[in-house]
């Protein structure tokens, strides 16, 4: 009867080593991959950012063009010189 208690101890033993041995394995692994996909994230953030940023310069410069377009539209129309003029005000009383 000793000789089984001994060996299921010893079994016993054996297994809970191999278990932890697996659980380190298997942390690691998830370490190494949660680094991994929040390392990737980080660098896809970086790229949207730089996206962002290059079609916010993007449409601002075709903003300017636009309104540098209008305005010399509006100027070869006549329309430059409606500033300068004193227009009467409406009273509305």
């Not at 278990?19 to 680094?35: D, F, G, M, T």
């Amino acid at each position: 009867m000793e000789l089984l208690d001994a060996y299921q101890r010893k079994t016993k033993s054996q297994m809970e080593t191999q278990h932890e041995r697996e659980q380190q394995k298997l942390e690691q692994k998830v370490s190494i991959r949660r680094a991994h996909l929040e390392q990737k994230i980080e660098e896809e953030l970086a790229a949207l950012q730089k996206e962002r940023t290059e079609r916010i310069k993007h449409l601002l410069e075709r903003q300017d063009r636009e309104i540098n377009a209008f305005d010399t539209e509006s100027r070869s129309l006549g329309f430059g010189s409606l500033g300068s003029l004193d227009f009467p005000k409406e009273d509305n009383r």
